[in-house]
């Protein structure tokens, strides 16, 4: 998979080159059934993924993709957070990785 991601690569580009991996696919499953989304919902976001990150770090995305990564659930969709795990558990086999995890305990109530 190294080879399939340029670590010079711009996030945006990292993202999009990402999801297109069967890696990604085989992820995505697992996460769809587990979260009860639609596959549909959560391709169709990974195009704006980057620019909700960004609004949602307030303009400190670079300290965002820096250390670890941290999805905020009340700052998402639940298909958003899913595209996002599916993303971040899909580079998390790459030599050049992010750590992150998922906080949910700040989930508003709905």
Request: hydrophobic share 40%; aromatic share 6%; with cysteine.
């Amino acid at each position: 998979m190294q080879e399939k991601v340029p670590p010079t690569a711009k996030i945006p580009d990292v993202l999009a080159k990402l999801a297109r991996m069967p890696e990604f696919t085989a992820v995505l499953e697992r996460e769809v059934q587990v979260r009860k989304v639609d596959a549909k919902d959560v391709m169709a976001c990974v195009g704006q993924l980057y620019a909700k990150v960004c609004k949602c770090s307030h303009g400190n995305e670079e300290e965002w993709f820096q250390d670890a990564v941290i999805i905020r659930t009340r700052d998402f969709e639940d298909y958003e957070v899913t595209a996002l795990v599916t993303l971040l558990k899909t580079q998390s086999r790459l030599q050049s990785r992010l750590d992150w995890r998922e906080e949910t305990s700040c989930k508003a109530a709905g």
